[in-house]
Each structure stands twice: as structure tokens, then as C-alpha cells.
């Protein structure tokens, strides 16, 4: 296995699986110490509620300890080198999960660091929030190959990590997205069918997800962001032209009345609770695999 975990390409199919099967074996155990005297540290220049904590809390049923190292508080916040931090806590530690404006920072702390790295979500990618979200979709319906995945709005950082999965675990992913917010490059992703009809994309799908409109580090181009966005927002009427078994996802945190309807996440098709607290499970069978 890949020492770090910065995108789900870093993974075969094998080891992703291996994850999910440990992460769903996990599960029903409270307290398990296969990481005891093991210590995570977790550095995050982004607002975080379910990655801090689930990574947190995974560590701490596992037997171990993890930490949470705010920017600002640590030198580099003060301009010590990335390169620097990497080798000095990698010395240390025995993992790292890093919550970074750029992709690069993440990628140039990887090549410095003796321990694995973790990506806790960045610019291009959150390869974190797609294990459970796939897990989510494999405990209640089995397995998500062959499947119709929508995804409307954004082409953004979760996105991405989706595309990545679609070829990885071989379901159809369709991107329902303003021309202007697609990628330039459509064709770089086996399985991933771009449209700017978000009923061509919905309809007959398995499973229906979004994200907000204007991710963290997008709120100079908010205003822009919400008119053309304001055709690709989830609703009832939208999951009525799926299939009769369909499931809405979201990563969370979301904004009702934007990319959702009010009261979007409380229908009966909506999983993001069970989606939510797999962040936990997926993560301790990521945890148990890299650091264990
Ligand atoms: N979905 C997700 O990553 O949530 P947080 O930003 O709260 O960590
Ligand atoms: N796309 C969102 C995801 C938050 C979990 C963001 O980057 O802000």
C-alpha cells in the first residue's frame, strides 16, 4: 500500500476495498487498541466539524491520540518551511492528516515526511469523504459498480475525488455543471460524463449528491457563483426522476435553500446522517491500514 493517502489514485481497487471491509468490520466495535501508543497530528488551514472530529475521535477508539495543530499556532504559521515541518513532525509522529488551501502543500509535506500523510481535504481534492460515501452506498444497497452517480453543481474539490472514484470502483458518474465551472480537460476521467442538464443527469440515477456552491477559498467569486449555480440546486421534484431506490448524499456542511431545498436532508431518500458518521468508520479502516 502507498505510504500516503493524498488521492484515491494513490490506491488500487484491492486497497480501497481493504479499507472499506476493515472500516465496516469496525464498525459495531466501540474500542478496539490496534493503534494504541500511536499518535496522529492533524494540521488544518481550513474550518473543519466532521474531519477534525471523526479523525479524532478514530484515533482515540483505536487505542492512540491525536492531535489538533492549528496553522497558527505552529511555525509554519510564522513561515517555517513546509519541508521543515514535514521532516521535524514526521520524526515524531506517526501520521499526519493535513487540511490545506493548495494541493501542493500537501503534495510537497509528502515528499518530506517519513510518516504517511493523510489529505483532509484540499483545493483539487477530499478522497476521505468518498470512502464513506461509498460505504454508505454499500452497506444499504451493495455494490456501487455499473451504478448512475449524479452529482449537481459544482465541479469542485469532492468532485474531483468522485471522478477519481468512478473509474476506481466502475460506476457512471454524471457532472451537472454550468459550462463555465467544468473542468478544461473533460476527457482526463474514464467513466465521468459532463452535461449541463441537471435532469439528464439525475434521471435514473442510484444516487444523487451536491456540495455548496462556493467551496473554502471560492468566496471571491461568490456572487458570480450563485446565479449560475441557481439551476442546479436538489430538490424533492429532482429525486422523483431517479430510480425508485435512489439515495441523496452530501458531504456536508450545507446551505438549505441553495443547493438544497429546505428540507432536503430530512427526506426519506436522504442518508447524510449515516453518510456523516462514516466518516468515523471509513476513517479508522484508512487509519488501520496505513498506520497499523
Ligand atoms: N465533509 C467535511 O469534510 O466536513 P468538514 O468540513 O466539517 O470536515
Ligand atoms: N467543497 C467544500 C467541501 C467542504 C467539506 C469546500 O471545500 O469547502
Known amino acids: 500500500m502507498n505510504k500516503h493517502f493524498l488521492d484515491l489514485d494513490n490506491f488500487s481497487l484491492q486497497e480501497l476495498e481493504e479499507v472499506l471491509s ?27 466539524t466532521r474531519t477534525r472530529v471523526s479523525f479524532e475521535v478514530a484515533m482515540t477508539q483505536l487505542g492512540g491520540r491525536a492531535s489538533f495543530l492549528s496553522v497558527n499556532d505552529l511555525q509554519l504559521g510564522r513561515g517555517e518551511p513546509v519541508e521543515d515541518t514535514a521532516k521535524v513532525l514526521s520524526s515524531m509522529v506517526d501520521g499526519l492528516v493535513l487540511r490545506t488551501m493548495s494541493h501542493d502543500t500537501q503534495l510537497e509535506f509528502a515528499e518530506h515526511s517519513e510518516s504517511p500523510v493523510i489529505n483532509g481535504l484540499s483545493d483539487r481534492s477530499h478522497p476521505c469523504q468518498i470512502l464513506a460515501d461509498i460505504l454508505t452506498y454499500q452497506e444499504e444497497k451493495g455494490e456501487i459498480k455499473g451504478k448512475k452517480v449524479a452529482w449537481c453543481g459544482d465541479f469542485n474539490n469532492v468532485c474531483f475525488s468522485y471522478a477519481q472514484a468512478a473509474k476506481i470502483f466502475d460506476f457512471e458518474l454524471w457532472v451537472a455543471c454550468p459550462e463555465k465551472y467544468m473542468p478544461r480537460e473533460k476527457n482526463q476521467f474514464d467513466n465521468v460524463i459532463f452535461t449541463d442538464s441537471i435532469n439528464e443527469a439525475v434521471r435514473d440515477s442510484d444516487i444523487v449528491t451536491t456540495d455548496v456552491w462556493v467551496s473554502m477559498g471560492d468566496e471571491e467569486d461568490e456572487n458570480n457563483r450563485r446565479l449560475l449555480f441557481q439551476d ?40 447524510v446522517w449515516a453518510q456523516a458518521e462514516n466518516r468515523l468508520h471509513a476513517q479508522k479502516g484508512l487509519l488501520v491500514n496505513l498506520l497499523g
Do not use: W
Open 232 to 271: 442546479y440546486q436538489v430538490n424533492e421534484a429532482l429525486l422523483d426522476q431517479a430510480t425508485s431506490e435512489v439515495i441523496f448524499l452530501h458531504c456536508l456542511p450545507a446551505i438549505r435553500g441553495e443547493e438544497i431545498s429546505s428540507d432536503l436532508l430530512n427526506d426519506p431518500r436522504s442518508r
Open 22 to 48: 476493515t472500516a465496516s468490520s469496525l464498525k459495531n466495535k466501540q474500542k478496539d487498541n490496534i493503534l494504541e501508543g500511536k499518535f496522529l497530528g492533524l494540521i488544518f488551514e481550513k474550518s473543519s
